[in-house]
């Protein structure tokens, strides 16, 4: 432990680039890409995720490794799996083994297991060989992982099969895997001990692929009303029932994420019951930083929840609550009418901010923010949202809208509605950098309620 925290301290000041973001996870060098083995153990979230500790580009995947008590402020430890004569270490998923089925514990607390893809042929070493499915575990909470000596535990179905998502499904007391096989095809499987797996069915989820998550969602807290969900790497994902034999799809699909750097969400396993929450982490895939040490970033997480709509059940997404923990300063708003020209927030100087309103609308409304130099934009008659040349239509019709919006120095991610809409984007920084605007167009805006938080860095303070 001693040599994670000198480490931390002595690179601490790379943590404060200007074009690294602040409360967004990021490696601490080098390259990362999809969040892998999302766990919650002992106190601690863990971050595993594909890594090229060699370089700022993709190649030599390896499971990176960050921990963090908060979800909020993250600490990189050694990286946990490295690739080796069966391929490079592709996406997978972790999983706390309570009942000790995989046989791997050795003392009291229960072994922590990583089920990810080894991807034969794409290094010298892993020349010929295919793609399989092995674990890895871990019996000192993740700080060291050793491969199971009786890899791969599912041997080459067809294509690049691979990411698999590895849950427990209680009523069966066994596991489950949902895997990408090939072009849109999935397959759900089932395990007693994570080492001999019997396939169940096929799902098929058009324009979609890769990095696949299966969970459990009761619709607006009803115990008695759950449902399942599968998602693709794409944020497409079906609304079904699961019974442990087949997933039965209802409706779908629909999209998580209508903006541009979203890519391979993975929700953590083994959350405590007295939390109950399903959190998701994503790849804010695509972001460019220029001169920097490290190359692209995670989303920042969220709560998933599942809720009834006009048009049915939805998935919203939203910020975990932790945020409130880095907030520096707070202002508010109630009550308050802007007319055009008008900027209330023009005192209000930081490139960290987290914005919420809630904003009653006539029919001609118009309004928008501006933050660092990139607009945000409703237009109340045709219900368009917009942003950095994507224009959604917003799905609800209420005369009354809700917008979140977290800027960090290289995305912005806004939620819509409470998270029924939610629209993501890296985006580079400019200096000087512009002034915050609140805008409106045409006619005044009655904001029922505006709050801005000005954010701290989540990063250790530069020595």
Same mark, same amino acid.
């Given at each position: 432990m001693a040599n994670e925290i000198d480490r &931390?301290?002595?690179?601490?000041?790379?943590? =404060?680039?200007? +074009? $690294?973001p602040q409360f967004h996870f990021t490696a601490r060098r080098n390259s990362l890409n999809a969040p892998n083995g999302l766990v919650y153990l002992a106190g601690e979230y863990h971050l595993f995720f594909q890594h090229n500790p060699k370089g700022n580009s993709w190649g030599n995947m390896t499971w990176g490794h960050a921990v963090s008590t908060d979800l909020v402020r993250w $600490?990189?430890?050694?990286?946990?799996?490295?690739p080796d004569q069966m391929g490079m270490i592709y996406s997978g998923s972790a999983v706390i083994d309570h009942d000790n089925t995989a046989g791997f514990q050795t003392d009291a607390e229960p072994?922590?297991?990583?089920?990810? &893809?080894?991807?034969g042929g794409s290094s010298p070493e892993s020349e010929g060989q295919p793609f399989t499915q092995c674990l890895a575990y871990s019996n000192d909470r993740g700080r060291t992982m &050793? !491969?199971? *000596? +009786?890899?791969?535990?599912? @041997? =080459?179905?067809? +294509?690049?099969?691979?990411?698999? !998502?590895v849950i427990w499904y209680a009523p069966g007391r066994f596991w489950v895997m949902t895997l990408f096989?090939? $072009?849109? !095809?999935?397959?759900?499987? &089932?395990s007693p001990n994570l080492k001999q797996w019997t396939r169940l069915q096929t799902i098929a989820l058009a324009d979609s692929s890769e990095c696949p998550d299966f969970f459990p969602l009761v619709v607006d807290g009803?115990?008695?009303?759950?449902?399942?969900?599968?998602?693709?790497?794409n944020g497409h994902y079906l609304i079904g029932r699961f019974d442990g034999r087949a997933f039965t799809e209802i409706a779908g699909p629909y999209l998580m994420d209508v903006g541009a750097n979203f890519y391979a969400g993975q929700t953590f396993s083994n959350i405590p019951a007295t939390d109950g929450r399903r959190i998701q982490i994503g790849w804010m895939a695509g972001g460019v930083y220029p001169g920097m040490p490290f190359n692209q970033q995670m989303s920042f997480p969220v709560e998933l929840t599942l809720r009834d709509t006009p048009d049915g059940p939805r998935v919203?997404?939203?910020p975990v609550s932790e945020i409130s923990l880095l907030v520096d300063r707070h202002r508010e708003w109630r009550n308050l009418t802007v007319a055009p020209g008008e900027n209330p927030l023009h005192e209000i100087d930081s490139d960290l901010l987290d914005i919420s309103i809630e904003a009653r609308l006539s029919a001609e409304s118009v309004f928008g923010f501006r933050i660092g130099g990139r607009e945000i934009r409703y *237009?109340? @008659?045709? $219900?368009?949202?917009?942003?950095? +040349?994507r224009a959604v239509k917003r799905e609800s019709q209420d005369s009354t809208i809700t917008l979140r919006i977290l800027a960090d120095r290289t995305s912005i991610e806004i939620f819509v509605d409470n998270g029924r809409t939610v629209l993501s984007f890296c985006v580079t920084p400019t200096e000087p950098r512009p002034p915050l605007e609140f805008f409106t167009e045409g006619s005044p805006v009655y904001l029922i309620a505006m709050d801005v938080c000005v954010l701290l860095s989540a990063w250790p303070d530069p020595i």
């Amino acid at each position: 432990m001693a040599n994670e925290i000198d480490r &931390t301290v002595a690179d601490a000041a790379v943590y =404060h680039e200007s +074009g $690294r973001p602040q409360f967004h996870f990021t490696a601490r060098r080098n390259s990362l890409n999809a969040p892998n083995g999302l766990v919650y153990l002992a106190g601690e979230y863990h971050l595993f995720f594909q890594h090229n500790p060699k370089g700022n580009s993709w190649g030599n995947m390896t499971w990176g490794h960050a921990v963090s008590t908060d979800l909020v402020r993250w $600490r990189q430890l050694e990286n946990a799996i490295a690739p080796d004569q069966m391929g490079m270490i592709y996406s997978g998923s972790a999983v706390i083994d309570h009942d000790n089925t995989a046989g791997f514990q050795t003392d009291a607390e229960p072994a922590m297991v990583a089920i990810y &893809t080894a991807a034969g042929g794409s290094s010298p070493e892993s020349e010929g060989q295919p793609f399989t499915q092995c674990l890895a575990y871990s019996n000192d909470r993740g700080r060291t992982m &050793t !491969k199971y *000596s +009786g890899n791969p535990v599912l @041997p =080459h179905l067809v +294509g690049e099969n691979r990411d698999p !998502k590895v849950i427990w499904y209680a009523p069966g007391r066994f596991w489950v895997m949902t895997l990408f096989l090939d $072009r849109e !095809k999935f397959a759900l499987f &089932t395990s007693p001990n994570l080492k001999q797996w019997t396939r169940l069915q096929t799902i098929a989820l058009a324009d979609s692929s890769e990095c696949p998550d299966f969970f459990p969602l009761v619709v607006d807290g009803r115990v008695e009303d759950e449902r399942w969900v599968f998602v693709a790497a794409n944020g497409h994902y079906l609304i079904g029932r699961f019974d442990g034999r087949a997933f039965t799809e209802i409706a779908g699909p629909y999209l998580m994420d209508v903006g541009a750097n979203f890519y391979a969400g993975q929700t953590f396993s083994n959350i405590p019951a007295t939390d109950g929450r399903r959190i998701q982490i994503g790849w804010m895939a695509g972001g460019v930083y220029p001169g920097m040490p490290f190359n692209q970033q995670m989303s920042f997480p969220v709560e998933l929840t599942l809720r009834d709509t006009p048009d049915g059940p939805r998935v919203f997404r939203y910020p975990v609550s932790e945020i409130s923990l880095l907030v520096d300063r707070h202002r508010e708003w109630r009550n308050l009418t802007v007319a055009p020209g008008e900027n209330p927030l023009h005192e209000i100087d930081s490139d960290l901010l987290d914005i919420s309103i809630e904003a009653r609308l006539s029919a001609e409304s118009v309004f928008g923010f501006r933050i660092g130099g990139r607009e945000i934009r409703y *237009s109340a @008659p045709d $219900r368009i949202i917009s942003c950095l +040349g994507r224009a959604v239509k917003r799905e609800s019709q209420d005369s009354t809208i809700t917008l979140r919006i977290l800027a960090d120095r290289t995305s912005i991610e806004i939620f819509v509605d409470n998270g029924r809409t939610v629209l993501s984007f890296c985006v580079t920084p400019t200096e000087p950098r512009p002034p915050l605007e609140f805008f409106t167009e045409g006619s005044p805006v009655y904001l029922i309620a505006m709050d801005v938080c000005v954010l701290l860095s989540a990063w250790p303070d530069p020595i």
